[in-house]
């Protein structure tokens, strides 16, 4: 039996990176009888950037109604909000003291904002520490997540090491699964799409507004008439990742052959996401409309989550005298 870990920060809607990155990869492997699979809203580490609370939950609940519209099965998994097992924080007090500040300075996380120090809070240049809590507090094997947390895997890998070398095996190493086929998800702009950059695409949004938004993809101003090149256009990227292969055969040609717009595109992005995503933006729809449902999934975790939780703490407060 492999345990399966991964999660998701309510700093933002859930996006098309979200997705593909991690929700459904994440889904497949749950589906596999010979795994059991913790899935959590990072809200804690929403805090970094979000203060608002009422924000907060919403983008918990969106978060939360994104992984049960895909599939996810809370009964069989543990499906849970980091905050209501507190016990992370206390474990990210040990792990801070086990995790070197170099570390910590060379995270991706801290260096892409290092320009910015004033904006860094301590809970952003600590973040990785917490997310390593998230892993080793629960005994995860694998941890399924875009390439962009790659180096997170790692520092948590690192960190446990130290620990487990100076106190015995009390923490078990994860090892992360990346699709290195599935590219980053390029936002609007081209840019990683990231819920920070405010560059999303929603796929749950209202048809209207989510016309809206695909039209707002960047692209060049090469004329309609004129050939264009599908390699160097969001659209075509974004198209790409959804379609199948023979969609995006035609959608290349289109593109190549001229008379054939960047709005021609834009329009086949969204309805190829409407159609393809129909039961699922349905499913969504339902939760949002019904937040106390979305409440009684989550609170169906919560106390799964904190019983493993409390036993692995147990272990590592043996190891350091304090229990
Ligand atoms: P977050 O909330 O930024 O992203 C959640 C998951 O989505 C993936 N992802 C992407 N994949 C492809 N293309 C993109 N543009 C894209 N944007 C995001 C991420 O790789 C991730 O898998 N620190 C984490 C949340 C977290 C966590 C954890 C994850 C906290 N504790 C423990 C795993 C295990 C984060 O900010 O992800």
Request: charged residues 25%; negative net charge; contains cysteine.
């Amino acid at each position: 039996m492999a345990r399966i870990l991964t999660g998701i920060q309510s700093s933002g809607k859930p996006h098309l990176g979200n997705l593909l990155g991690a929700i459904q990869p994440a889904i497949a492997l749950s589906e596999n009888e010979a795994n059991e699979s913790f899935f959590f809203i990072a809200d804690l580490h929403s805090l970094t950037t979000i203060k608002d609370p009422q924000i907060r939950v919403e983008n918990t609940h969106a978060v939360a109604a994104a992984w049960l519209a895909f599939g996810f099965d809370t009964e069989k998994n543990t499906f849970y909000r980091q905050s209501r097992v507190p016990q992370v924080c206390e474990l990210n007090w040990y792990l801070n003291c086990y995790t070197p500040f170099p570390m910590l300075a060379n995270a991706h996380s801290f260096k892409d904002k290092s320009d910015r120090l004033a904006d860094v809070n301590a809970g952003l240049f600590t973040y990785p520490v917490l997310m390593a809590c998230d892993i080793l507090l629960y005994d995860a094997d694998i941890v399924p997540v875009g390439k962009d947390q790659k180096q997170h895997l790692e520092m948590t890998r690192d960190i446990a090491s130290t620990f487990n070398h100076k106190h015995g095996d009390i923490f078990i190493l994860p090892e992360a699964q990346i699709d290195e086929t599935v590219m980053t998800v390029p936002g609007l702009d081209g840019q990683k799409m990231s819920k920070s950059y405010g560059n999303i695409i929603d796929i749950f949004q209202s048809d209207k507004e989510l016309k809206k938004n695909i039209n707002r993809i960047v692209s060049d101003s090469t004329p309609l008439e004129a050939p264009k090149n599908p390699d160097e256009d969001t659209t075509f990227a974004l198209y790409s990742l959804l379609a199948t292969p023979e969609q995006v055969a035609t959608m290349r040609k289109n593109y190549l052959g001229g008379n054939y717009g960047y709005g021609h595109a834009k329009k086949a992005l969204y309805e190829l996401i409407i159609d393809k995503f129909a039961k699922e933006r349905q499913v969504y729809n339902e939760y949002i409309n019904d937040p106390d449902l979305i409440e009684k999934e989550l609170a169906k975790g919560e106390e799964k989550a904190a019983a493993v939780a409390k036993k692995v703490l147990e272990r590592v407060k043996k190891a350091l005298g304090f229990a």
